[in-house]
Every structure is written in structure tokens, then in C-alpha cells.
């Protein structure tokens, strides 16, 4: 793959500081990580250009909210840095495999995420993303 042009990387931040704002906000995070990856919202940031993208975590959180009928508040909690990683990674994963934002969640929910932080952060993106969709392959297998 070459390397993401900047306005990628943005996006990819972008997202990061959506999660994170969810979290400042009081969402459940596993709740707003589900509803997110499966919705118009994200499925906005998948397109090739849509005014979302450079709207802002902030915009991007009301439409979603909106979307929605109301996120879930209180409830489980991740870390910051859970939270940041784990919106990160999801929109490189779209960049990187072209996969959409409803197919990455189905292979690495925001459990898996979550688990997965402590031993994948440190990891190159790419190489964390690989290491994800080989852990759900061989979790397939065993069924």
C-alpha cells in the first residue's frame, strides 16, 4: 500500500477524536463504537468525498446522535487511549482494505478492540489490522 495522503491521515485523526469525544461525552463506548461503525455517519466517512468528512468530530457526533434517536449514556467505559486507537485504526482499516466501516466491525468489534489495544497500539497500523482479521479468521475456523 502507499503511504495515506494527508487528508487521509486527517480523516483517520479525525475519527480518533470522535471516539475520544463520545468518551468525554459519557457514551457508553461499546454501544457508541457499534452504532457508529454501523451507520450513515460512517458510512459517509467510507465515501470517496462527502461533506461529513471535514466536518468535524464534533458535527460528526450530533449527526450521529441524531441518526441514532440518542446514544446510549453511562455504562461501560474504555480509556482514552483505547477509545482514540480504536477510531484511528478503524478509518487507516477502510484505507487499507478498502473494506467498509460494517464489514471492519464485524470482524473486530469494539471488545476485540478493546482487548486487543494493550498488546496492538505499539504495533504499525498496518500490521495491528493484519493481525486483527487473522485473529477473527481463526476464530471462523474453530466453529
Given at each position: 500500500?502507499?503511504?495515506?495522503?494527508?487528508?487521509?491521515?486527517?480523516?483517520?485523526d479525525i475519527q480518533g477524536?470522535?471516539?475520544?469525544?463520545?468518551?468525554?461525552?459519557?457514551?457508553?463506548?461499546?454501544?457508541?463504537?457499534?452504532?457508529?461503525?454501523?451507520?450513515?455517519?460512517?458510512?459517509?466517512?467510507?465515501?470517496?468525498?462527502?461533506?461529513?468528512?471535514?466536518?468535524?468530530?464534533?458535527?460528526?457526533?450530533?449527526?450521529?446522535?441524531?441518526?441514532?434517536?440518542?446514544?446510549?449514556?453511562?455504562?461501560?467505559?474504555?480509556?482514552?487511549?483505547?477509545?482514540?486507537?480504536?477510531?484511528?485504526?478503524?478509518?487507516?482499516?477502510?484505507?487499507?482494505?478498502?473494506?467498509?466501516?460494517?464489514?471492519?466491525?464485524?470482524?473486530?468489534?469494539?471488545?476485540?478492540?478493546?482487548?486487543?489495544?494493550?498488546?496492538?497500539?505499539?504495533?504499525?497500523?498496518?500490521?495491528?489490522?493484519?493481525?486483527?482479521?487473522?485473529?477473527?479468521?481463526?476464530?471462523?475456523?474453530?466453529?
Open positions: 500500500m502507499e503511504p495515506l495522503t494527508l487528508e487521509k491521515r486527517q480523516l483517520c477524536r470522535l471516539f475520544e469525544l463520545a468518551l468525554k461525552n459519557g457514551y457508553d463506548c461499546p454501544a457508541f463504537i457499534e452504532a457508529f461503525m454501523n451507520s450513515k455517519a460512517a458510512a459517509a466517512l467510507d465515501d470517496i468525498y462527502d461533506r461529513l468528512q471535514w466536518a468535524g468530530e464534533e458535527y460528526i457526533l450530533e449527526e450521529l446522535n441524531e441518526e441514532v434517536h440518542g446514544l446510549k449514556k453511562a455504562g461501560t467505559t474504555y480509556t482514552v487511549e483505547v477509545m482514540y486507537w480504536t477510531g484511528y485504526t478503524y478509518r487507516y482499516w477502510h484505507y487499507y482494505t478498502q473494506e467498509y466501516s460494517r464489514e471492519i466491525y464485524e470482524i473486530a468489534d469494539a471488545e476485540s478492540m478493546n482487548k486487543c489495544w494493550l498488546g496492538f497500539h505499539t504495533l504499525d497500523v498496518e500490521m495491528a489490522i493484519d493481525d486483527l482479521k487473522e485473529i477473527y479468521r481463526q476464530k471462523r475456523e474453530v466453529k
